[in-house]
C-alpha cells in the first residue's frame, strides 16, 4: 500500500520537479518569479490540442509544434513585457508576470472556451508494469522519470560545460560584470525564457494527460511546483527536484489519509520550512548589504 | 516646491486651503450623489467603495511598509464569514460584529506577519499566497462556513430595528466608514508608527538600527492591513446579499494587487483611484461590453469569426493584464504619478 503511494508520490513529483525547473531557470537567469510559468505552458498545451483536433495532424507533430510555439512565447514575453521594464522592483516584475498570466488565461478562455478538453498522450494510465509484489507503475510514470532523468543530465551538463550555460550561471552571479566579460545579457535572459518556456510546456502536456484541459489547469499544478522550488531554494535544480519529490509523497499520503487537506498541506509545509530556513532547504542564505 | 517649515505643518490634515475646498465639495458630491444617479447604479458604488477601503488597507502594507501581499482574499474572506456568522450565529448586533471581524482578521494578519518577519520578496509572495489558497479552502470544506453553497446574509440591522434595505441607505452607511478609516490610514501615515512602516519598506536593516522593532512594526502592518481587508470584507457580504467561497480566490488577491498598483504605491489618493478605475472596469464597463456601442459588435464579429463568443468576457482578464504590464513598463508610480506630474507641471507652467 504505502509502496503504491510511494511510486505514485515520485511520478507526480517528478512532472512538479520538471515544471519546478521551468520556475528555477528563470529565477535562476534573471531573478524574476515567473507566475505566468503555467499559464505559458497551459497555453502552449491548447497549441498541441488545437493541432491534433482542428487540423488533424499526427501527435508527434503537434508535439514539436507545441514546444517551437512555447519557445516562441518564452522569447516573445522576455521581449515584449520585461525588457522595457527599467529598474523594475521586485513587486514590479512579480506584477508583470501576474498581468502575463491574466493576459494568456483570458486569451485562451476567449479562443477556446472554458470547458474541459481531454488531452492523451502516447503514455497511458492504464498500461502498468509490477515493479515490486503489489507496486505497480504505470507508463506515464515512467515517460515521466525518464523525462527528469534525461532533463537533469542535460541540465548537469549544460550549466557545466557549455559556454552558453557557463554564460547563465555568470549574468546569476553578477549582471554587469558579466556584460563587461561581454556576455550579452539580453541574448542570455530571452535564451532563459524560452528554454524555461519550453520545459514548462513538455510538464503542462504531461499534467493535461493526467487531468483535463481548460485554461485554469495549470493553476494548482503550478502552485504546487512553484512552492516545491521554494522549497528547493528557488536557485538550485537537485533542490527543485528533491523538493519535488518530498512533495508529490507528502501530498499523496496527505490525500490518502485526510482526502480533503490535500490541496493545502503543500503550503502548510512550505510556511514551515520557511519559518525555520527562509531561503529554502538547500539554497544558502545570503545576508542583505544594506 | 513643496517646503515644510515645521513639524505641524507636516501633520495637518488638510495641507492647505485649496486642499480643504476641493475635498469638503468631493464629500459634498459624494453625500448626495443618489441626487443625480439612478439608484440601480448604487450596488456597483458599493461595491467601489469596498474596494477603496481594501485598497487603501493594501497600500498601508505594500506601498508603505514594502511587503507583499498575495493573500488577501483570505482577510476579505474572513472579514465577510466573520460578520455575518457572528450575527447569525451569535446573535451579534451588526455594529459589534463588524469591528469583532476586522479584529478576528487582524490576528490573522498579525500571525502572517510573524513568517513574514525572515521572509522576503518571492519567499513572501508564497507564504501569504499559501495563506490565502489556505482560508479559501477551509470555508469551503466546512460545513460551519455553509460549505460550497454558501451563506445568507443577515438584514443589516443597525440597531433599535433600524434596517437598511436598500443599495442607496447601505452606500451611505459604507460611505462614512470608508470616509473615516481613509482619515484614519492618513493619520496613521503621519505618526511614528506610519514613519516606521516606510522606513522599513526603505530597508529594513537601517530602520532596525535607528531603533525601529520590526518585530512589532511588521507584524502590526499586516494587522492593520489585515484589519481593513476584515471591514472591507463585512461589508462586501452585504452589499452581495448572499456569497459563497468561490469569489474569494487567487484571481481576487491578484486584482486587490493591481487596484494598489495601478492607483500608486503607498499614496492613499492613489489606492482609492486605482480602486475605483478597476472596480468600474472590471464590474460594469469590461462586463457588459458587448452593450457598449460600437466597440461591443465589433468585439462579438472578431469573436465569432476567429474565437468563442461565449468567452468574450474574459476580455476582462485580458484587459486587466495589459493595465498591469504597461503601468509597471510606462507609469511605475501609477496613476497618482501622473497626477503628480501633471500638478508639477501646471505650478510652473508656461516655464
Not at chain 1, 546569476?172 to 514548462?200: C, D, P, T, Y
Not at chain 2, 492647505?16 to 459634498?28: I, M, R
Not at chain 2, 481613509?182 to 526603505?202: H, M, P, Q
Not at chain 2, 503607498?266 to 478597476?278: E, H, P, R, V
Request: aromatic share 14%.
Amino acid at each position: 500500500m504505502y509502496g503504491q503511494l510511494i511510486v505514485e508520490g515520485l511520478s507526480i513529483g517528478a512532472c512538479y520537479a520538471v515544471f519546478g525547473i521551468a520556475v528555477v531557470i528563470i529565477y535562476k537567469t534573471s531573478e524574476v518569479i515567473n507566475f505566468a510559468q503555467g499559464e505559458m505552458a497551459m497555453i502552449s498545451t491548447f497549441v498541441a490540442y488545437h493541432i491534433l483536433n482542428v487540423y488533424g495532424w499526427p501527435f508527434w507533430y503537434a508535439f514539436i509544434g507545441a514546444l517551437f510555439f512555447a519557445v516562441l512565447l518564452g522569447v516573445f514575453i522576455e521581449v515584449c513585457f520585461l525588457r522595457p521594464a527599467k529598474d523594475p522592483t521586485v513587486l514590479g516584475l512579480i506584477v508583470i508576470t501576474l498581468g502575463a498570466e491574466m493576459l494568456l488565461m483570458g486569451l485562451a478562455s476567449w479562443k477556446w472556451g472554458a470547458e474541459q478538453k481531454d488531452f492523451a498522450l502516447p503514455f497511458s494510465f492504464h498500461k502498468t508494469h509490477e515493479l515490486f509484489k503489489g507496486v505497480v507503475i504505470n507508463d506515464w510514470s515512467i515517460a515521466v522519470f525518464v523525462m527528469a532523468a534525461v532533463l537533469m543530465i542535460f541540465l548537469y551538463i549544460f550549466f557545466r560545460y557549455t559556454k552558453l550555460g557557463v554564460a547563465m550561471r555568470a549574468t546569476q552571479q553578477n549582471e554587469h560584470a558579466a556584460r563587461i566579460m561581454g556576455i550579452k545579457v539580453e541574448r542570455v535572459f530571452s535564451f532563459a525564457w524560452g528554454f524555461s518556456s519550453l520545459i514548462g510546456a513538455l510538464a503542462g502536456m504531461f499534467f493535461a494527460a493526467r487531468s483535463t484541459l481548460d485554461p485554469a489547469y495549470m493553476m494548482e499544478p503550478f502552485l504546487r511546483a512553484f512552492a516545491a522550488a521554494v522549497l528547493g531554494g528557488l536557485m538550485s535544480i537537485p533542490g527543485v527536484v528533491i523538493g519535488g519529490g518530498i512533495l508529490g509523497i507528502l501530498e499523496n499520503f496527505v490525500g490518502f489519509h485526510w482526502p480533503a487537506w490535500k490541496p493545502i498541506v503543500a503550503f502548510l509545509v512550505i510556511v514551515a520550512v520557511l519559518c525555520i530556513r527562509p531561503s529554502g532547504l538547500f539554497a544558502r542564505h545570503y545576508e542583505k548589504k544594506v | 516646491m513643496d517646503m515644510k517649515r515645521d513639524y505641524y505643518e507636516d501633520v495637518q490634515l488638510f495641507e492647505s486651503n485649496v486642499v480643504l475646498f476641493w475635498t469638503v465639495v468631493l464629500l459634498v458630491f459624494l453625500f448626495t450623489l443618489p441626487l443625480y444617479v439612478p439608484s440601480y447604479r448604487f450596488s456597483l458604488f458599493n461595491l467601489v467603495l469596498v474596494h477603496v477601503i481594501l485598497a487603501v488597507g493594501l497600500n498601508i502594507l505594500v506601498g508603505n511598509t514594502g511587503q507583499i501581499s498575495l493573500g488577501h482574499a483570505g482577510f476579505f474572506a474572513i472579514g465577510a464569514y466573520g460578520t455575518t456568522l457572528l450575527m447569525t450565529k451569535l446573535g451579534l448586533p451588526f455594529v459589534l460584529a463588524l469591528p469583532l471581524a476586522a479584529f478576528i482578521s487582524s490576528a490573522f494578519g498579525f500571525i502572517l506577519g510573524l513568517p513574514a518577519l525572515r521572509l522576503e520578496g518571492p519567499y513572501l509572495s508564497i507564504a501569504t499566497l499559501g495563506f490565502g489558497l489556505t482560508v479559501t479552502h477551509i470555508i469551503g470544506h466546512w460545513d460551519f462556513f455553509g460549505g460550497r453553497t454558501g451563506l445568507q446574509v443577515p438584514p443589516l440591522d443597525l440597531g433599535g430595528g433600524f434596517i437598511l434595505k436598500t443599495d442607496v441607505q447601505k452606500y451611505y452607511l459604507i460611505l462614512i466608514i470608508t470616509i473615516f478609516l481613509v482619515l484614519s490610514a492618513r493619520n496613521l501615515l503621519k505618526t511614528r508608527v506610519g514613519r516606521a512602516f516606510v522606513a522599513i519598506r526603505d530597508s529594513d536593516i537601517a530602520a532596525e538600527v535607528i531603533g525601529v522593532n520590526l518585530l512589532i512594526y511588521k507584524t502590526l502592518s499586516f494587522a492593520v492591513s489585515a484589519f481593513y481587508a476584515g471591514i472591507a470584507g463585512g461589508l462586501f457580504g452585504f452589499v452581495l446579499g448572499f456569497f459563497n467561497p468561490e469569489p474569494f480566490n487567487l484571481i481576487l488577491s491578484i486584482v486587490f494587487l493591481v487596484m494598489i498598483v495601478v492607483g500608486g504605491l503607498g499614496a492613499i489618493a492613489g489606492s482609492i483611484m486605482g480602486a475605483t478605475l478597476i472596480t468600474i472596469l472590471q464590474y460594469s464597463l469590461l462586463k457588459n461590453i458587448k452593450e457598449v456601442p460600437y466597440v461591443g459588435p465589433f468585439m462579438v464579429d472578431i469573436s465569432s469569426r476567429w474565437f468563442t463568443v461565449i468567452g468574450l468576457e474574459n476580455l476582462n482578464s485580458i484587459v486587466l493584464g495589459l493595465i498591469m504590464i504597461a503601468i509597471v513598463i510606462f507609469e511605475p508610480l501609477g496613476i497618482y504619478g501622473i497626477w503628480l506630474r501633471i500638478k508639477k507641471y501646471w505650478r510652473t507652467w508656461p516655464f
